[in-house]
């Protein structure tokens, strides 16, 4: 069983969706469907996850403990019971920190060969 | 649907998606799941009937992969609370990983899997596309309302043995109107008449029909309406009904045709109404319909009506028949000198339409249903050897825990997959060999129009699989999960089949040969019939022969002397043109099956004790006897003596001479011919070798033939012998057309079509057959060489002794060659036993053909012995080159 006294190291790379949720949750705890809005919008449209593919992440997620479920609800005027909130444990915020991490290493490798396509002017 | 009721069938259905995933992730997620999917469901619904319809597809693969994946990549981190739900959730995922495991197998060797996919898709596949034209032909029910309710009738003649005959119009009006058990009984009859298209003019097939057929049939028009008792009154009968296919291709599919007119025979019809195109037609293939009355024609002995009538709700057929029976006794007692031997035929009208097919169908179903027995048997066989060779692999399963059940259970996986496989290829194959054969069918089969590959055929194919699997798959996974694991896996033992096995692997083979021979059997029998058939001296040539048929309209043809006219401009036209040698002109053409008939009385003989004897009535002109190569055995042919005024003169054949004068000389004789003793008679100036009128199989009928310059008949066939490659058609038309550029030729063919088309469904039935006995036979002899193959190479050892031990080759290979000779002895009985009595039960297939054809039965069991013997060589060979020294060597 994966602890938080893991080394964040170990889960690295992460798979596309597994960062993508990870990231939606970095400012607030979320339910499922503001994850998927949330990463649909904030990708332009490029990633659109359907119920099956988000739902077997989370469940993963909070098998690894780099998700939890919150026990922040918002108003309770706004709230529908049955909804279930997530956030970031932790362990699962030094993980996807680790990746994004990784990732910012690969861009400048890229950029320094000048293998990045040109910025829009 | 309100959105209301949308919202819920939509959350239905997707719960019922979500039972893909174990019940645990269930029980955890399908809340969130249902909330997520309705949520993206709303934000799509305006995208319409397309991106609805791709949301859905969308949805179910969603949820498809990740189910599958959720199953199989579960690990024990999510222990389940409920013991029930652990063996569920094992279960499952068992299940699953076999799945996956037989892929992996199948994958890994691709030979074995492509020889057993293909033999699976071949057997499969003949048997879904056999079975696919039986559902179309003989199972799916007629177009009609309540089909099974329509009956046809017809007048049986016992005198002439005629059982399908023509009722004659006073008939079948005491039928109508004395019957008890019909609601509605109308009449019909098929004419062609000449329509103009643009480009030509054609002779297009139309049906006659009383008010009541219609009404009989329950098929609405799609347009306008169908016909009324007082169309004949008010419209002078000038109204048809259109086919569907007559709309589409004559009338672009114009839906305001309804009042319009078309011109055919050279008389305006009012349009009203139009079929649909599900509508079938139940004889013929008319291309309209024209209402028809029998109410002024009162007469009894012609015969030229068709009836088909419904059934009194309740009432049975065999009540009608029984029924109508009565009428027709009442009819005979009444009218003794008409209707003498006149009784009535009922049948169903599905029967009517297919019942000429259906023994030849189920012949080939049967023989279909054995070569898809004789491909599971080979692929029994070879599961049973490779069940042998992973003994090793599944020793070590059964040492991991793994229970009888569950190795049976994972072969069994494998086998399925291998089914499935063979099923989806065999469908496909299916699907094409359907679709290209009712293309091609010169019309042997009936109602072919019917048969499509679907769905219930696809579930069909998939049953077909399964029960493959069952019987191919069953018996060597459960031979194979029984082993000994101490003794494989550390008695050093090689994989060897057990006694057993090799009895059963044995057995296999004599079934696959036994039923190869049976097909072997029929199919030689067939061939011998049909060589029969083809060797039937038909009594004229058919070497360049082209033949066209004219109807003059009596219109423009008043006087019978413009028609005699006619033809011989004809002949003079059609005998100087290039590439002609001599032509004629006649009724009936043999083999058409089409005749007239009237009844013969001799003068100075006593009259006949009942009803006279009928022979047929055909009229000539021009060279017709010498075009078609008949002979000439005594006195003369027609010629230039013989006109209207000069005493009526007929030429006999030789059967008429034979039956009526057996003794004495014809020629000079004077007959009557027909129901009137004061007509004038006819003198014999000539007798002509017989032609067969009717089909290949019967007999030639006594004939009388007239000369159209003494009697003339407006609709006849041209016949013309051509010397060598030239466009016959063309020539005839243009011979024609010159003549009279508004008359059209119909079916132009050569002679040589029209025999074909006699043979076709024999030849078809012969060929398929033939086509399904040498796949059985291949897939025998596969299965042979497999298991000699394998024999030797377990004999391996053995056989290594003995030429070490300095035994001749020719010895081992006669012994390896004897046990596959014995085999296909034992094959040879079994396939003897079965098939002589199956053979018996088709006899009447056959055309003067015995099943018990010593010539066939011979040839047969020779092929299958050769084959053995074949099939067993090359392993044989293989086993004489075996090295003595390593044999012994490996141990």
Known sequence: MPGSSHDPHTLLPLTEVFYEVLVSLGDTARHGYGILKEIEERTAGRLVLRPGTLYRAIDRLLDLELIEESGIRPDPDQDDERRRYYQLTDFGRAVVGAEAQRLQNAVQSARAKQLMPERAK | ????????????????????????????????????????????????????????????????????????????????????????????????????????????????????????????????????????????????????????????????????????????KDYQSQNSTLAAMGAFANRAATFRTPDELQRIPVQLVTVEVFDILGVPPMLGRTFRPDDLEFNDGNVVVLSNGFWRTQLGSDSSVIGSSVRLAGSEFEIIGVMPATFRPFSGDPQLWAPWSLVDDDRRPVHFVRSLARLRPGATVTEARTDLMTIARRLEADYPDINSGHLVTVEQLETAMVGEVRPALLMLLGAVGLVFLIACANLANLLLSRGVSRQQELAVRAALGAGRARLTRLLLTETLCLALLGGVVGFGLASVAVRVYVSVDPGTVPRLGNVQVDLSIFLFTLGLSVLSTLLFGLVPSLLASRLNIARVLYGGVRATASRKTQRLRQGLIVTQMALAMVLLLGAGLLARSFDRLMRVDLGFGTENLITGSVSLPGRRYQDPEDVVRFQQNLHAALRSAPGVIRSGTVTFLPLTGNSSTAWLNILGRPPWPDTPPEVNIINVSGDYFRTMGVRLLRGRLFDARDQRDAGRKTVINETMARLYWPEEDPIGQQIRLGPNPESEPWEIIGVVSDMRQFGLDSEPMGASFSASSQETWYSFRIVAQLDGQVDGPSILRDAVTRLDPELPVSDVMSMSDLVGDSVARPRLSLLLLTAFAVTALTIAAVGIYGVMAYSVAQRKHEIGVRLALGAQTNSVLASILRQGLFLAAVASAIGLAIGYPAAKTVEHLFFQVSPADPVILIGVLLLLFAVAAAASYLPALRAIRIDPVQALRAE
Not at chain 2, 23 to 47: D, G, P, W
């Open chain 2, 1 to 172: 649907m309100t959105s209301e009721l949308r919202h819920r069938s939509v959350e239905r259905w997707y719960r019922r998606l979500l039972r893909l995933y174990p019940r645990q992730y269930r029980e955890r997620y399908q809340t969130e799941l249902m909330q997520v999917f309705l949520a993206r469901h709303q934000r799509i619904s305006q995208k319409g009937l397309m991106g609805g319809l791709l949301f859905w597809l969308d949805a179910v693969r969603d949820v498809t992969w990740n189910a599958l994946a959720v199953r199989l990549l579960s690990s024990s981190s999510r222990q389940p609370e409920s013991p029930s739900g652990k063996a569920d959730e094992k279960t499952a995922a068992g299940v699953l990983h076999d799945l996956r495991h037989a892929l992996r197998i199948l994958i890994k060797q691709p030979g074995f899997t492509a020889v057993v996919v293909l033999t699976l898709s071949l057997g499969i596949g003949a048997t879904t596309a056999l079975f696919s034209i039986i559902d179309g032909v003989l199972i799916a029910p007629l177009p009609y309302h309540e089909s099974d309710q329509l009956v046809r009738i017809w007048e049986h003649d016992t005198k002439e043995g005629r059982v399908y005959g023509n009722l004659s119009p006073a008939d079948y």
